[in-house]
């Protein structure tokens, strides 16, 4: 499986951006897809997770009510909504898609990953 995101970007404190993570190749084995981040200096953290069939979600409580993740399988596309951004949100944020059963925040048992896009939140 290949994933590549967008939507990446520079926003003020307050403001929203649109990640999408468009994935190719054997998409037929991802039962779930997630979005992680990494900041500077700091371990990669789980932000949001959604099973390809079907409609469970998982967001980390830092994101919960702000960030929504969502799917459109017709088009191989997993999105990440992010509105009220602060600048703690500014980090890397990466594209994940699992074999794995079920919506997980551990990021071992994602197999897949995209290059990322980079999200900067100024104050």
């Known amino acids: 499986v290949e994933l590549v995101e967008s939507g990446g970007g520079s926003v003020q404190s307050g403001g929203s951006l649109r990640l999408s993570c468009v994935a190719s190749?054997?998409?037929?084995?991802?039962?779930?897809m997630g979005w992680f981040r990494q900041a500077p200096g700091k371990d990669r953290e789980f932000v949001a997770a959604i099973t390809w069939i079907g409609r469970s979600t998982k967001h980390a409580d830092s994101v919960k009510g702000r960030f929504t993740i969502s799917r459109d399988n017709a088009k191989n596309t997993l999105y990440l909504q992010m509105d009220s951004l602060k600048v703690d949100d500014t980090a890397v944020y990466y594209c994940?898609?699992?074999?794995?059963?079920?919506?997980?925040?551990?990021?071992?048992?994602?197999?897949?990953w995209g290059q990322g896009t980079q999200v900067t939140v100024s104050s």
């Open positions: 994940a898609a699992s074999q794995t059963l079920g919506v997980s925040g551990d990021r071992e048992l994602y197999d897949a």
């Open positions: 190749g054997r998409t037929f084995s991802i039962y779930s």
